[in-house]
């Protein structure tokens, strides 16, 4: 009997649906119910994977632990739910979920005994599946990095075999997204000059490597491939091939990047501190590595200037930040940027004067534009401006001058030395 079979089964001797778990909460089946689908199952259905806050009810009801159903009290609005874990021998390889509808007496004998009687057929599928699957991914992981790697001989063949082991499906254009996790430890400055300076995926791409990047945690990253691979699923026949390397996941896809929908990625929840980078598109898969490339240096300017990208950006929308960003940043200190610029930021009030002068620059040195877009005053625009001539002592009637500004501007923004 398949997993789907089995669940149905359940499903009908509970007398409602189930949704069906692996150890790491990733949905592995549900049932096909009649009753009106609840906002919680739908949110499973949809994004492959327990919610967040049932992940945290789990743990403190130490489910994981038990050997009998766990009954879970309503939150957020969801009904009481019953989570049974599935055990091979002595390891926990799943969980079995389902409405509460007796919540306030005892949990019928009949579903105890049903739970048990399939636990062991649940548990040998679904450790069966994860045997598959982490076979696939030790797979994914060695073809990805061989297909990213300086051997050219080495990337055709990954390419081949990907396609042959149907882990990525043959298409006319392939591109590459990358994501990294921002440190929770680190301070905005730091987390900046992290950002800049690639992976142990990015060597594979000539991308300098700092070896700090060696403790940042990966599971933001996987999290965003699981949940960027879900929307694959869910949207097109069509198969990529995704996979953590070092500390940065790394997504090949059959299609261009959509932009709308890896901003739209990592909106979700628990993927807050975790920003993306698209390259553009190739013809072959062997040419991923240069998509990767790009891929990699919109990432590092994704997460050094959110307030200007959001929490992704695109190889193709990046302008000048292409040839900054690949400039040697994370040596920089304030002593290596103009005067005018250093003691502008050096100011008490160097952050927003620095921004001022920035969205001034940005505008064309147009007053109106720059004073709607601040949404302030023309008049405190001017005061601004004022104050900024009195630091810099810099004449922005000056082609040159405002050149000079605005690029040292973005170079302190992309090496982290301007202050937040």
């Known amino acids: 009997m398949s997993v789907d079979d089995l669940v149905q089964t359940l499903a009908e001797q509970l007398g409602g649906p189930v949704v069906l778990y692996d150890d790491d909460l990733g949905l592995v089946a549900f049932s096909v119910h009649g009753d009106e689908v609840d906002a919680a199952r739908r949110s499973v259905i949809l994004s492959r994977r327990a919610s967040a806050r049932a992940r945290e009810m789990i ?21 009481a739910r019953v989570v049974y874990p599935i055990r091979l021998g002595r390891h926990v390889v799943g969980y079995a979920s389902y409405i509460d509808h007796h919540p306030d007496g005892e949990l019928p004998a009949h579903h105890v005994g049903a739970l048990r009687d399939a636990e062991p057929e649940l548990a040998a599928l679904l450790e069966l599946r994860g045997l598959e699957r ?19 001989a080495a990337r055709e063949r990954a390419g081949e075999e990907l396609i042959a082991h149907g882990l990525l499906s ?38 300098p490597v700092p070896a ?46 959509n932009r709308e929908r890896l901003a739209s990625l990592l909106a979700l929840p628990g993927l807050e501190a975790v920003r993306g980078g698209g390259g553009g598109p190739r013809d072959e898969p062997a040419q991923a590595h240069e998509s990767y490339r790009e891929a990699v240096m919109a990432c590092r300017v994704a997460m050094a200037d959110p307030a200007r990208h959001g929490p992704s950006a695109h190889w193709d929308d990046l302008g000048l930040d292409r040839l900054l960003i690949q400039l040697p940043l994370s040596g920089l200190t304030a002593g290596d940027l103009p005067p005018t610029v250093r003691r502008l930021l050096e100011a008490p009030s160097g952050a927003k004067l620095a921004d001022t002068l920035e969205a001034y620059l940005d505008s064309g040195a147009d007053a109106q534009a720059t004073a709607r877009a601040l949404l302030i005053h023309r008049s405190t625009l001017y005061y601004r401006l004022g104050r ?13 001058v405002r050149t000079e500004l605005h690029t040292a501007l973005r170079v302190a923004t992309l090496s982290g030395l301007r202050p937040s």
């Open 59 to 79: 743990a403190a009801h130490q489910v994981r632990r038990a050997h009998a159903p766990v009954r879970l009290p309503p939150h957020d609005g969801t009904p």
């Open 134 to 152: 982490r076979r696939d991914s030790d797979e994914s992981r060695r073809l990805l990095a061989e297909l990213l790697s300086p051997d050219a």
């Open 388 to 400: 900024i001539h009195e630091l810099t002592r810099a004449d922005l009637s000056d082609g040159r």
């Open 212 to 257: 700090q990047d060696a403790a940042r945690p990966a599971g933001g990253t996987r999290l965003a491939i699981e949940q960027a691979m879900s929307v694959i699923v869910r949207s097109t026949s069509l198969k990529g091939c995704g996979a953590v390397l070092g500390e940065e996941g790394v997504l090949v896809i059959p299609r261009p990047v």
């Open 170 to 207: 043959s298409a006319a254009r392939y591109a590459v997204m990358v994501f990294r996790s921002v440190p929770a430890a680190a301070g905005a400055g730091q987390a900046t000059r992290d950002a800049r300076a690639g992976t142990p995926a990015g060597r594979l791409a000539g991308v």
